[in-house]
């Protein structure tokens, strides 16, 4: 059966699901269930290298085969995810995560650089990256609590509970003093002069 | 030439991008330029009525033919999003978009309810309006500044461009003391017991 949302804690997982062509994949199989040579076609890849994406997400139990038919003599699985939605928490993972989500950010600087905007790079980057850990923690808590609760929720649409997800996140910041204190400080530090 | 953001702010174009079989069309060219073929089996739609959708989607300037390919001695058209990402301004909109964005908040309610929450719905409703008014307004000025800038941003891709994009509404958020006091007062009513 197919859950609406999955919490990602495990760290070897959330590397693995970070991957380019297995993001790309999960991305599809969002809309539809497919079959390798389906998704192979899409994403201009041979069929051997979804294959290998493939198997790795099935080990990982992020896909699963959903069903299959038959094609003249060829049975052809069609592939699906485990769930609608996976939450990531960077936060919670090893140090080789803490700096993706560090280096991630640093990105960020760049495109706000490129956008006129000057700041105290470690200033800024410390500010980010301390709202992103509250912001990954009470997400985490809430699609915990979202998970046990699938059955009251199913009548519900995947983006009706993300968006309900994003403000139940918000509400804990919103509790969160030290969190509003962050925000002013990003106010103050990303602006134009 | 592709954009990489696009702020949509005619009603007529936003009511009809929310159509589901459009919206569908819309994500599945964020991936990859695609035919109406490809389209309707992945979609399970027919041909023809992908081919209505399209034809509506180029009127509205949201998708274009991007190259045509001889399959025999048929043209397939490929098609192609105008930009990557299109941010929509519900608030700017007409009466019947104010109407769409507040029953879509009350779905929100809806899944609150269902997973335990008690509040004042009128209350909790103009507070999440009012934060959403403010935050569709910041991330539009951020857009069109983006849209402008374009040339500055080609080296950075799609997400980080969003990211950048969050993050830069935030920072406008954290700056306005009322959309703050918006925040808090949400973290109050929206908790559980």
Redesign the interface.
Known sequence: MKKKVKLITDPEVIKLMLEDTRR?IL??LR??E?TIS?LSE???KTPQTIYHHIEKLKEAGLVEVKRTEMKGNLVEKYYGRTADVFYINLYLGDEELRYLARSRLK??L???K???YEFDEEELLNI?DR?LEKEHSYTAKISA??EE?EE??KE?SNE??I??ID??T???????EEA?EL?????????KE
Do not use: P
Request: proline share 0%; hydrophobic share 55%; glycine share 8%.
């Open positions: 790309q991305k599809l809309n539809k497919m389906q899409i994403l201009g990105t960020k760049d495109v706000f490129a956008l006129g980010m709202l609590e979202i609760k009251a929720l519900f009706d509970i968006h309900a403000w139940l918000m509400a804990e910041l919103g509790r969160d509003i925000l002013r400080k990003l106010g103050e530090i990303l602006k």
